[in-house]
């Protein structure tokens, strides 16, 4: 019983120290705030989201109409939208990414 | 060694209620460092709960009879491995099972992601709510390290536990129905989050696969398990447990197919957090089904108070599930629209529906005797026919779904392609209905269909890959750049010989019984069977007999030894003998019991069931297509690497 009572009690004071372990090894952080997707980043993650389905679906497309399962007339009457729209998202992400850029070194400049 | 039990389970409540309680205080209000020391409790809850399965393992395995769980479950008498298997025999072990198995997963998966804070922040306190229920049960309400005096012998194991593939069977299901929650505590925790966009699938999409692989494994171990042991000539009888673990192997079918729509269209948000949710609160329901005694079946082997509790939390979890889900529903709609009725997206819409609707008249059958019970006081059971007619009328359509998909392509497919894939599909299915309706095989239509709808799945499978190879320039190359298509389609072959399987042996079974004196004679479907007379048998913890079979038919001459075993302790158990025919992949299958006391005179039941091999082959084939859909793939890794990078975090997985 009381070897029982040692192991629990070395235990539970391994796991408090693991538990305790962040706030032991950073005890006055710059920054306590735990990461939040801003709005802009979050409009970013869904056009990578649309800009993989649109190459994804290019991909499939293509495939399936080299296995015969898309015919001619399907894979050209297909192929223009999914392109279109594939290069749109594209488009959009990369004006984002400029916008981003710009900002950043607008920001920069002001700082003295 | 019970104390220290005791104390590394209170250990293991207290680290998972601080990963619920602080892990949610962080996450409302922001706070890294506590997020981070919520999520550091998680992990160090699978160690502690680790300290106490082994001192459960060590008392069974030394049979300590101071132990109650451990008298209850063993006796002296019992071989090693049973005596160990005891861990998921009784009600306090399959709980602490499901609390290892859950932490440790929990501590997995968290760790994996643990660079996307925000999602991780609110997913630790849903594990954290499902791991406090589990460790609270098992320090307050159904502890497995109470003792009393030492008493000389324990009450054994049920004789049918006693059986090699009750090691794999219970765990197999743990692990699946377990697994099911990470999937949930992500999906939630992308609710809770705001976090609505794909992380959340990303993360799951392998634990997901690995949790249905391992209930679709565990069912057919069960199965098989019931067929060599149970003795009644079958595999699957509807039995409420069985049924348990089916229902949420449907749900996290539908969601594998559904949530491929919202990744490759962005489309069924709300329906894929739906399904998730469906799925993990079945697969409570199930352990509360085999754990509460709330039902007569073989699987209640533990009669208990913990129903009540159970009850609460499946209610709390479903309330949870319905009010997050309704609480995000504006950020889960999305714009995108079906194409057309005829597209492989529509096709995975009508096979969620399917699968639904299966799950749930499942679910209606296993509710309803319970509901009868509680409400009007009167039993009522749903029987075999019922069952039979739904996996007809949903099952059937689903079969041919799975041939018709893979051939129709994304967003919309014209009759003039259509007209071309399904031509070779069609031809094999027409020749082979035909041919099989000329041989008599039209005496089961179900059974007819069946076969007819296989070979249409089966050459549609065939010529997606004799396709895909000529388009991609090799057989392993094809697989190897689209593992889940191509792996979902060996799945998708296991289920093509799981059905012909279940067709040969059930609709095409031959069954005969009768009583013999030794020298007489029985037939069955070609085969003789002659009762020879009976010899005795004894083993390390039972006596029993055997009855000498002669068995000739069909160009094979063979013996069987069908029996019964007299356990010291647990009482009688029969002992069936099967003749597995390499060239038909069918069985013989024995079962005798002596027709009376002090007569050699035996009742004799002889099944011939064409094909219920495919069955056990079926699983084979399913693990490795399983596997294949599993393998991670590289370029893909990098893909969503990328674009969490971009986003914010890095894949994780």
Known sequence: ?112 | MAPLGRAALLLAFGLVLYALVAGSYAAWKRRRRLAVSAQNALLAAFPATLIAAIILLVALGRRDMTFVYVWQHTSHKLPLGYALSAFWGGQEGSLMLWLLVLTGYAGLAVWLNRRSRELVAWTVPVFGLVAVFFAFMLCFVSSPFNVQPGRPDGNGMDPSLQNPYMLAHPPMLYLGYVGLTVPFAFAMGALLSGRTDERWIVATRRWTLAAWTFLGVGQLIGAHWAYVEIGWGGYYAWDPVENAALMPWLAATAFLHSVMIQEKRGMLKVWNMILVALAFNLSLFGTFLTRSGVLNSIHSFAKSSIGGWFLAFLALMITLSIVLIRWRLPSLRTKTKLESLVSREATFLYNNLLLVALCLTILWGVLYPILSQALRGNERSVSGPYYDFFLHSFGLPLLLLMGLGPLVAWRRASLRSLGKTFAIPFTVAVVTGVVLLGLGFGSSWPGLLTYTFSAFVAASIVLEFVRGRAAAGGIFRLIARNRRRYGGYIVHAAVVLLAIGVAGSSAYQTQREQVLRPGQSIEAAGYRVTYTGLTGVKGPDYDGYRALLAVSGHGERFNLNPGVNNYFIEGPANEASIYHDPRSLGDVFTKAALAGKHTTKIDLEVFVKPLVNLIWVAGFVFVAGALIAMWPDAVEQRRLAARYAAGAAPAGI
Do not use: I
């Open chain 1, 1 to 112: 019983m009381g070897w029982a009572l040692g192991v629990a009690a070395v235990l539970a004071v391994a796991a408090v120290v693991f538990v305790a372990r962040p706030f032991l090894r950073d005890p006055a952080p710059a920054s306590d705030r735990l990461d939040e997707l801003a709005p802009e980043a979050r409009q970013r993650l869904a056009l990578a989201e649309e800009r993989d389905r649109a190459l994804a679906a290019l991909k499939e497309l293509e495939f399936d109409h080299r296995t015969g399962k898309v015919s001619d007339e399907d894979y050209r009457a297909q192929v223009g939208p999914l392109r279109r729209r594939a290069a749109e998202v594209l488009r959009a992400l990369e004006g984002g990414e400029q916008a981003r850029h710009e900002r950043v070194a607008d920001q920069e400049q002001r700082v003295p």
